[in-house]
């Protein structure tokens, strides 16, 4: 019989009890996906309350989400990426997309990502995610009929 390797230990400990290996993982999401982050408008419509720009300077206290997040399995401390591309005025904290009237076929994201690959107690996770050039955000601002016509 073969010795178990790194990967096939890691899974007996946290089997066991020993060593909890699943404790931190990719339990975070990339993008809150059918939900607004937080309503504060008058009139009950979160979707138009604030635009783009403004729900980029927020701190949000219910939710999380982040580019490659990480978390614990109880998202009492989160973790993902902030990145710049040397030419926007901001960092990029999340991805960027359109909501449920804005989308072609409901909410769309803009940008590429991919998960290429993982081991089953998260000790190694690698994912490609290609930054976005000044296109994406043309989206933003060409408005809402030109987004619908853009497929």
């Not at 949000?60 to 614990?72: K, L, N, P, V």
Request: aromatic residues 14%; hydrophobic residues 25%.
């Amino acid at each position: 019989m073969n010795a178990p390797n790194p990967e096939q230990k890691r899974l007996e400990e946290d089997r066991n009890g020993d060593k909890n290996w699943k404790r931190w993982g990719p339990y975070l999401s990339e993008r809150q996906w059918g939900t607004v982050r937080e309503d504060y408008s008058s009139d009950g419509d979160a979707w138009n309350y604030f635009p783009h720009d403004m729900a980029r300077m927020r701190a949000y206290r219910w939710g999380e989400d982040g580019i490659a997040g990480i978390s614990d399995d109880q998202q009492k401390i989160c973790l993902s990426l902030a990145m710049w591309n040397g030419r926007d005025p901001f960092l990029k904290e999340r991805l960027f997309g359109l909501t449920n009237e804005q989308g072609n076929h409901g909410e769309d994201v803009k940008e590429l990502y991919y998960y290429l690959d993982a081991t089953p107690t998260h000790s190694y996770l690698k994912m490609l995610y290609k930054y976005p050039h000044n296109y994406v955000y043309k989206y933003k601002t060409d408005g809402i009929n030109d987004c619908k016509s853009n497929k």
